[in-house]
């Protein structure tokens, strides 16, 4: 498996945050506590960016693996936060939209992610760059989160989950294609 030289400190620092996080909004309870566990979900998924940085990102693209195959063995390592934030809603009366929000939002930043991996050694970087802004303007100014349906239980949040998660499905199988070599 390609998982011994996968970053884990970053990635783990970033899920026991989520983790954390998370615990306090299932403590507020209510909508803030909502709110906390949305913010969570945006390190967790961070913490799934992450495990695609490379340190030695020019010895792995020479050995002779697919990118399928790479991409598959850091998507265990980025389950590992997913799973422990769907262990966080056991129980919550919202536990499905919730679920929902953590699997897209961390399928929208692997997948970034993975496509910006073409071109940079760590992609992580940029993705939770993405995701601290995402932060901030959810957090910061109010009428933003309250307009935007991704973050709510409705019917036009599932459906756009949905799509999103469609769009991240369909991105990755663009990203994991082998590469063809020209002749002549």
């Given amino acids: ?16 945050g989520g983790w954390l996080l998370g615990g306090l909004g299932l403590a507020l309870g209510g ?3 909502v709110r906390v566990l949305q913010l969570a979900w945006l390190l967790l998924a961070g913490a799934a960016a ?6 030695a990102a020019a010895a792995v693209d020479a050995c002779p693996v697919t990118r399928a195959r790479q991409l598959a ?3 265990a390592l980025a389950a590992v936060p997913v799973l422990g934030g769907l262990l966080l809603l056991v ?9 929902l929000q953590l699997v897209g939002t961390t399928a929208v930043a692997f997948t970034a992610a ?10 992580g970087e940029p993705v939770c760059a993405a995701l601290v802004l995402a932060m ?13 349906p991704l973050y709510r239980g409705t019917l036009t949040g599932t459906t756009l989950w949905g799509v999103l998660l469609t769009l991240s499905t ?15």
């Fill in 136 to 148: 901030v303007v959810l957090v910061g100014y109010d009428p933003v989160a309250e307009r935007l």
């Fill in 50 to 55: 992450l495990t695609l940085d490379e340190p």
């Fill in 1 to 16: 498996m390609l998982l011994r030289g996968a970053p884990w400190r970053a990635p783990l620092g970033l899920a026991v």
């Fill in 91 to 99: 129980g919550h009366p919202w536990a499905g939209p919730l679920a």
């Fill in 31 to 33: 909508g803030s506590g």
């Fill in 170 to 184: 369909v991105a990755l199988l663009i990203a994991t294609r082998p590469r063809r070599w020209r002749t002549g």
């Fill in 114 to 123: 993975a496509l910006l991996r073409h071109r940079l050694d760590a992609p």
């Fill in 73 to 75: 063995s850091r998507a």
